[in-house]
């Protein structure tokens, strides 16, 4: 294949199993990496020496400029997740002023095609247990996270551009979970589990297996299909189910003990005071208990139509895999 491929976000979860399915279909792949980034361990360095790797940011529009040449086709996975107050400036300058700059480069460059990885936040969030499809209209209310609102934000941004002739897709992946650094992210929740959670919450919400999400990623960019948006969700389960399907995983005693919206409430509230004094991220966040609670499945019938003979991983059977090699590095800097 002589297209090459350009990855932003290339050393965070999703974007090094997206460069890992480029590159076994044998995509020339170009990725960039932010300078205080660490490679991602749990991709082979067989895999990653095939890349291209370039340092730079894509708040710097000169940048991503040299970083588009000899360019065919953009991958957009580079984003801040955070439900922390204090990385809102952050996540909001990188979600939506970054999605602008790769965008609008993408179109002086004529790049060929452009996919962006989005979120099922962006389309909105439910407490009354609502289904959210493509159809779903964004909605301000005060179930949305900020983060909601920057990938809010920054699809416009992309919409905006194939208004202006960029052939571009997006997807909107629920909760990504596999296989990954269990201190950051969605893998946090394995971490959690492993070390003996006794809590759950109430409520329901859609969720999808990291490589699922590299392989749709990289089959919808093989396609024509432009002006579009896909849900990408294997299962909509409660969080309860969740954790003790992981908690099963790692031959850990089920959560027993259901919080409820006030504990929540008293919980992030001390969680804040603690990391005022300690300097450390708060473990759970207003906006974090906010997303506990609700209560949101996503259907995913059109993505399945589209891709003839895409399966998505059974939830179950993704958590088992991953909960193994989770089990596997931790042997191995034990022993």
Same mark, same amino acid.
């Not at 003990?257 to 969680?271: C, F, H, L, V």
């Given at each position: 294949?002589?297209?090459?491929?350009?990855?932003?976000?290339?050393?965070?979860?999703?974007?090094?199993?997206?460069?890992?399915?480029?590159?076994?279909?044998?995509?020339?792949?170009?990725?960039?990496?932010?300078?205080?980034?660490?490679?991602?361990?749990?991709?082979?360095?067989?895999?990653?020496?095939?890349?291209?790797?370039?340092?730079?940011?894509?708040?710097?529009?000169?940048?991503?400029?040299?970083?588009?040449?000899?360019?065919? !086709?953009?991958?957009?996975?580079?984003?801040?997740?955070?439900?922390?107050?204090?990385?809102?400036?952050?996540?909001?300058?990188?979600?939506?002023?970054?999605?602008?700059?790769?965008?609008?480069?993408?179109?002086?460059?004529?790049?060929?095609?452009?996919?962006?990885?989005?979120?099922?936040?962006?389309?909105?969030? !439910?407490?009354?247990?609502?289904?959210?499809?493509?159809?779903?209209?964004?909605?301000?209310?005060?179930?949305?996270?900020?983060?909601?609102?920057?990938?809010?934000?920054?699809?416009?941004?992309?919409?905006?551009?194939?208004?202006?002739?960029?052939?571009?897709?997006?997807?909107?992946?629920?909760?990504?979970?596999?296989?990954?650094?269990?201190?950051?992210?969605?893998?946090?929740?394995?971490?959690?589990?492993?070390?003996?959670?006794?809590?759950?919450?109430?409520?329901?919400?859609?969720?999808?297996?990291?490589?699922?999400?590299?392989?749709?990623?990289?089959?919808?960019?093989?396609?024509?299909?432009?002006?579009?948006?896909?849900?990408?969700?294997?299962?909509?389960?409660?969080?309860?189910?969740?954790?003790?399907?992981?908690?099963?995983?790692?031959?850990?005693?089920?959560?027993?003990?259901?919080?409820?919206?006030?504990?929540?409430?008293?919980?992030?509230?001390?969680?804040?005071?603690?990391?005022?004094?300690?300097?450390?991220?708060?473990?759970?966040?207003?906006?974090?208990?906010?997303?506990?609670?609700?209560?949101?499945?996503?259907? $995913?019938?059109?993505?399945?139509?589209?891709?003839?003979?895409?399966?998505? !991983?059974?939830? $179950?059977?993704?958590?088992?895999?991953?909960?193994?090699?989770?089990?596997?590095?931790?042997?191995?800097?034990?022993?």
């Amino acid at each position: 294949m002589s297209s090459k491929v350009l990855v932003t976000g290339g050393t965070g979860f999703l974007g090094a199993y997206i460069i890992k399915e480029l590159v076994e279909k044998g995509y020339a792949v170009k990725a960039i990496r932010r300078e205080r980034s660490r490679m991602p361990f749990y991709i082979s360095s067989s895999i990653l020496e095939k890349v291209e790797w370039i340092e730079g940011d894509i708040l710097d529009v000169i940048f991503l400029e040299e970083a588009m040449e000899d360019v065919d !086709t953009v991958i957009h996975s580079a984003a801040v997740v955070s439900f922390s107050p204090k990385n809102r400036h952050e996540m909001y300058q990188v979600n939506v002023e970054g999605t602008a700059n790769v965008v609008n480069i993408a179109l002086e460059q004529n790049i060929r095609r452009l996919v962006y990885i989005s979120s099922v936040a962006a389309l909105g969030r !439910t407490l009354q247990g609502q289904s959210v499809s493509e159809m779903s209209k964004w909605e301000n209310n005060k179930s949305n996270t900020h983060y909601a609102k920057s990938k809010h934000k920054a699809e416009l941004e992309v919409w905006r551009a194939i208004g202006e002739g960029l052939d571009a897709v997006i997807l909107n992946p629920a909760t990504i979970l596999g296989y990954g650094d269990w201190n950051t992210g969605s893998s946090a929740i394995f971490k959690s589990v492993y070390k003996g959670f006794d809590w759950y919450s109430p409520g329901k919400n859609g969720f999808v297996a990291v490589e699922d999400v590299a392989r749709a990623t990289v089959l919808l960019m093989e396609t024509d299909i432009t002006e579009q948006r896909f849900i990408i969700a294997g299962d909509n389960w409660t969080f309860k189910q969740l954790l003790d399907t992981m908690a099963e995983g790692f031959g850990r005693p089920h959560p027993k003990k259901q919080t409820t919206p006030s504990m929540m409430g008293i919980a992030w509230r001390w969680e804040k005071i603690k990391s005022f004094f300690t300097g450390h991220s708060p473990v759970l966040t207003k906006e974090s208990a906010k997303v506990a609670h609700s209560n949101t499945t996503f259907e $995913n019938a059109k993505i399945l139509q589209t891709l003839q003979g895409f399966r998505f !991983t059974p939830l $179950n059977e993704a958590i088992d895999h991953a909960c193994k090699k989770y089990l596997a590095q931790v042997s191995s800097k034990t022993n």
